[in-house]
């Protein structure tokens, strides 16, 4: 049974192919030889047997006594492991894996070695190829000064540092590592949980990027692109990050200046665009003016023509008038007492057609002369002004005009104004002053941007809706025949003269309830600043 174990054992042995496995001898020579052995270093069975286990080690090593050495720990701790190089019998070398058992007897002596070798050539060039390209990406790493590329571990204190980190952010290896990356970071962005929220962010989604403030060593802020990539384990656990930071202060100042000089040039262009217009526009405003200069002066003449038409027509209407009327104020005279009846009548009648035509004919002279004044602005104490016309109209006893104490004094002509006045009151008189004993005309005032506006008002009967347009056209008149004689042409004078001043007219009036007329007459105002209304 015992030679069968062995036998099988033997054919396992020799059946493996991937490790050499064969026996040494208390001296340390081949006394057995498997095809892996064979395979693994290129001896035949008869070529190797008997020979030293030393052939398999470099001249080195032999020199050193390792091969000796390991027998030695071999035999008096039962077994050991080496790596370390070995040669073939073509002298190329492999790296391996030597595995020593001692083999003792029943009695403890000891009568010899097995020894199993694997060849972890090809296992070493690809650890050494990876040894190789970490220590060069750690190079690389390292070398970067563009970038600061550093590790944190999973609760964000750094665990690397390159020079690339030491050139931006200003620590040394020595003084950063082992601290919390929340040390690059703005004091706002600590208080409102921004380092953490992006550890957060990374580890939820596996990258997080952003731009932003941050600090320097010397308290110095740098605008940074900043991106954090999570680390995970083959497990899928986490086990840090790693943290790359661009400074990118340059290019956003660059950035800005490029907006700034857009803005520029946009402002320039909207600024060259707007003193071409201006350009335009002066020059459209020059040659309106040459148009309005021309309108003037054509104006001018046209003025001339009318007051001389004007002037003409009244002197051939009015000299005929005056004939009719000397004549029935002659007939009247000489014969006095004798004319009755019917006779006096009609020359009472012709005398009132005579006084209406000579009125008409004084209004059309006012209406084409409205609003042209001969003499320069003076100023003008609108209180005595008003009290002078006033007293040239002299209302009745029954008829009331009140003014306030404290009226204004303006720059303007005095003649336009005292024929607006002269107009409204004498309207306010001749109309209140026929329907109604007691009459009551009342004069106000109060400034506005650019001048003042005044308001004329009585109790008298007031006017119609209806009517209130048609009051400003010339021969309209609202006066009854039986009542009182009026032209049409007195309102009219007034909104042409206010009009061409600059100013407004209006009216509010209702029947029963009195008319109050205001016009806003532009000037530069002097001596009362009180604003009244009477």
Same mark, same amino acid.
């Given at each position: 049974?015992?030679?069968?174990?062995?036998?099988?054992?033997?054919?396992?042995?020799?059946?493996?192919?991937?490790?050499?496995?064969?026996?040494?001898? !208390?001296?340390?020579?081949?006394?057995?030889?498997?095809?892996?052995?064979?395979?693994?270093?290129?001896?035949?069975?008869?070529?190797?047997?008997?020979?030293?286990?030393?052939?398999?080690?470099?001249?080195?090593?032999?020199?050193?006594?390792?091969?000796?050495?390991?027998?030695?720990?071999?035999?008096?701790?039962?077994?050991?492991?080496?790596?370390?190089?070995?040669?073939?019998?073509?002298?190329?070398?492999?790296?391996?894996?030597?595995?020593?058992?001692?083999?003792?007897?029943?009695?403890?002596?000891?009568?010899?070695?097995?020894?199993?070798?694997?060849?972890?050539?090809?296992?070493?060039?690809?650890?050494?190829?990876?040894?190789?390209?970490?220590?060069?990406?750690?190079?690389?790493?390292?070398?970067?000064?563009?970038?600061?590329?550093?590790?944190?571990?999973?609760?964000?204190?750094?665990?690397?540092?390159?020079?690339?980190?030491?050139?931006?952010?200003?620590?040394?290896?020595?003084?950063?590592?082992?601290?919390?990356?929340?040390?690059?970071?703005?004091?706002?962005?600590?208080?409102?949980?921004?380092?953490?929220?992006?550890?957060?962010?990374?580890?939820?989604?596996?990258?997080?990027?952003?731009?932003?403030?941050?600090?320097?060593?010397?308290?110095?802020?740098?605008?940074?692109?900043?991106?954090?990539?999570?680390?995970?384990?083959?497990?899928?656990?986490?086990?840090?990050?790693?943290?790359?930071?661009?400074?990118?202060?340059?290019?956003?100042?660059?950035?800005?200046?490029?907006?700034?000089?857009?803005?520029?040039?946009?402002?320039?262009?909207?600024?060259?665009?707007?003193?071409?217009?201006?350009?335009?526009?002066?020059?459209?405003?020059?040659?309106?003016?040459?148009?309005?200069?021309?309108?003037?002066?054509?104006?001018?003449?046209?003025?001339?023509?009318?007051? !001389?038409?004007?002037?003409?027509?009244?002197?051939?209407?009015?000299?005929?008038?005056?004939?009719?009327?000397?004549?029935?104020?002659?007939? !009247?005279?000489?014969?006095?007492?004798?004319?009755?009846?019917?006779?006096?009548?009609?020359?009472?009648?012709?005398?009132?057609?005579?006084?209406?035509?000579?009125?008409?004919?004084?209004?059309?002279?006012?209406?084409?002369?409205?609003?042209?004044?001969?003499?320069?602005?003076?100023?003008?104490?609108?209180?005595?002004?008003?009290?002078?016309?006033?007293?040239?109209?002299?209302?009745?006893?029954?008829?009331?005009?009140?003014?306030?104490?404290?009226?204004?004094?303006?720059?303007?002509?005095?003649?336009?104004?005292?024929?607006?006045?002269?107009?409204?009151?004498?309207?306010?008189?001749?109309?209140?002053?026929?329907?109604?004993?007691?009459?009551?005309?009342?004069?106000?005032?109060?400034?506005?941007?650019?001048?003042?506006?005044?308001?004329?008002?009585?109790?008298?009967?007031?006017?119609?809706?209806?009517?209130?347009?048609?009051?400003?056209?010339?021969?309209?008149?609202?006066?009854?025949?039986?009542?009182?004689?009026?032209?049409?042409?007195?309102?009219?004078?007034?909104?042409?003269?206010?009009?061409?001043?600059?100013?407004?007219?209006?009216?509010?009036?209702?029947?029963?309830?009195?008319?109050?007329?205001?016009?806003?007459?532009?000037?530069?105002?002097?001596?009362?600043?009180?604003?009244?209304?009477?």
């Amino acid at each position: 049974m015992e030679e069968d174990f062995t036998s099988l054992c033997r054919r396992m042995i020799e059946s493996v192919v991937d490790y050499g496995i064969y026996a040494l001898d !208390q001296t340390g020579h081949v006394a057995s030889w498997n095809p892996g052995a064979q395979r693994v270093q290129g001896y035949e069975a008869e070529a190797v047997i008997g020979r030293h286990v030393s052939s398999f080690y470099p001249e080195a090593e032999v020199q050193a006594g390792r091969p000796q050495r390991n027998l030695e720990l071999a035999a008096r701790e039962g077994h050991i492991e080496d790596e370390g190089w070995r040669v073939r019998s073509d002298g190329s070398h492999f790296w391996a894996n030597v595995s020593i058992s001692a083999m003792r007897d029943e009695q403890g002596e000891l009568t010899g070695f097995t020894k199993v070798t694997r060849d972890l050539s090809e296992r070493r060039s690809v650890e050494e190829a990876l040894r190789r390209s970490e220590e060069r990406f750690r190079l690389l790493v390292q070398s970067v000064m563009d970038y600061a590329i550093l590790m944190l571990d999973t609760e964000g204190r750094v665990t690397s540092w390159n020079e690339g980190a030491q050139r931006i952010k200003g620590y040394s290896a020595d003084e950063i590592i082992g601290r919390s990356f929340t040390t690059f970071y703005p004091r706002e962005a600590i208080a409102a949980g921004f380092p953490q929220y992006e550890l957060e962010v990374a580890s939820r989604e596996g990258r997080f990027e952003d731009e932003g403030w941050r600090v320097r060593k010397d308290g110095s802020r740098f605008w940074a692109n900043v991106v954090i990539t999570a680390l995970r384990s083959g497990a899928g656990e986490p086990i840090g990050f790693v943290k790359v930071t661009r400074d990118l202060t340059a290019r956003r100042a660059a950035e800005e200046q490029a907006q700034r000089l857009a803005a520029e040039q946009a402002a320039h262009a909207e600024a060259t665009r707007r003193s071409e217009e201006l350009e335009a526009a002066l020059r459209a405003a020059q040659e309106a003016r040459a148009e309005a200069e021309r309108a003037v002066a054509a104006m001018t003449v046209a003025y001339r023509e009318l007051d !001389q038409f004007a002037y003409v027509a009244s002197h051939d209407l009015k000299a005929p008038l005056r004939g009719i009327g000397n004549l029935a104020q002659w007939i !009247q005279e000489d014969l006095g007492e004798r004319i009755e009846g019917e006779t006096a009548e009609h020359l009472r009648m012709l005398q009132g057609r005579v006084n209406r035509m000579n009125a008409l004919i004084e209004g059309i002279l006012a209406y084409s002369r409205a609003g042209r004044a001969a003499d320069p602005p003076e100023w003008v104490d609108t209180g005595l002004l008003v009290r002078e016309v006033v007293e040239l109209i002299a209302p009745p006893p029954e008829v009331q005009v009140k003014l306030p104490e404290d009226m204004p004094t303006l720059e303007t002509e005095r003649v336009l104004l005292e024929q607006v006045f002269m107009n409204l009151l004498g309207n306010a008189v001749k109309y209140g002053g026929a329907t109604r004993p007691d009459v009551e005309i009342r004069i106000g005032w109060h400034r506005t941007d650019g001048g003042i506006q005044f308001t004329v008002s009585d109790n008298g009967p007031g006017i119609a809706a209806e009517y209130q347009d048609r009051i400003w056209g010339i021969f309209q008149t609202l006066a009854r025949r039986d009542q009182v004689e009026g032209t049409g042409i007195g309102l009219s004078v007034v909104k042409k003269i206010v009009e061409r001043r600059g100013g407004r007219i209006s009216l509010e009036s209702a029947p029963g309830q009195g008319a109050t007329f205001l016009f806003t007459w532009p000037g530069q105002v002097s001596g009362s600043s009180r604003e009244a209304t009477a």
